[in-house]
C-alpha cells in the first residue's frame, strides 16, 4: 500500500519545508501534480519546483501530467528529478508515444483516466504500464468531493489486472480521505493520492499511518468485480 500526499494541498510558501515534513511523516510517495492552464484551468508549479525539492528526500517522486503537450514537459521533469510520470489517456493518439518517451526516459509509466472517460479506453495500454491512476474527482483543484461512481472503475481495473496477468498499480486520485481510501481500497486501489485530508493535518506523519493501516486491512476484504 503506497501512500502519496499531494503537494498541490501543501503551503505554497513553503515546498522545501512541506517536502521535509512529508518526508519525516514516512509518506511512501510525493505526488507533484502538474497542471497547465489548458489541459486543465489551473496552473501549479513546473520542473524547477522539483529540481529544488530533489535533494530534500529520498521519496519516489510521483509527476501527474495534466497538460496537453506533455511530450515538452517530460525530459525536464526527468532531468529535475520524476520517478514516475502519469500522462492522460483523453490525449488519444499522443499515448503511445508518451509512454514510450517516459519509459525510455528511465521513469516508471502511468497513465490516467478522468471521470467523464470510460474505463475501456485504457484497456489497449495496460501491458504497456506501471500505473493507473483512476481519477476521482475532475482534475484542476484540490480539495473536491471524492466521486463515488468512479468505484466500479477501479473494480475493472483490478479484474483485468488479474485476468491478464498484470502488475500494474491501481492509484486514485481526488477527494481521498479515511473513509473514501477504505472504499477504494476494497474496489482494489493500492495507491492513495491524498493533498487536503493529508497536508492539512497537523500531525502528517499519524495520518499517512493511519491511512496505510486502514487501506491495508481494507484491501484484505477486497470485494470482487
Ligand atoms: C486534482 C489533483 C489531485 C489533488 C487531490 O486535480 O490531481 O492530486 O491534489 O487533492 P485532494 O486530495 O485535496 O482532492
Ligand atoms: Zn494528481
Known sequence: MIIAPSLLAADFGRFSHETERA?????????????????????????????VIRPLTKMTFDVHLMCSRPEILLEPFAKAGADRMTVHVELAEQVTP??????????????????PTS???????????????????????????????????????????????????????????LETAIECARAGADTFVSGTALFRQRQLGRAVHKMREAVAAAHRVQEPV
Not at 518526508?23 to 529540481?51: Q, T, Y
Not at 521513469?107 to 490516467?112: D, S
Not at 501491458?127 to 477501479?154: A, R
Open 23 to 51: 518526508s519525516r511523516a514516512k509518506a511512501d510517495w510525493l505526488h507533484l501534480d502538474i497542471m497547465d492552464g489548458h489541459f486543465v484551468p489551473n496552473i501549479s508549479f513546473g520542473p524547477e519546483v522539483v529540481r
Open 98 to 115: 508518451l509512454l514510450w518517451k517516459v519509459r525510455s526516459l528511465g521513469a516508471k509509466v502511468g497513465l490516467a483516466v478522468n471521470p
Open 119 to 177: 474505463i475501456a479506453t485504457v484497456r489497449p495500454y495496460l501491458s504497456h504500464i506501471d500505473l493507473l491512476l483512476v481519477m476521482t474527482v475532475n482534475p484542476g483543484f484540490g480539495g473536491q468531493s471524492f466521486i463515488h461512481e468512479m468505484l466500479p472503475k477501479i473494480q475493472q481495473a483490478a479484474a483485468w489486472r488479474r485476468e491478464l496477468g498484470l502488475k500494474y498499480r491501481i492509484e486514485v486520485d481526488g477527494g481521498i480521505n
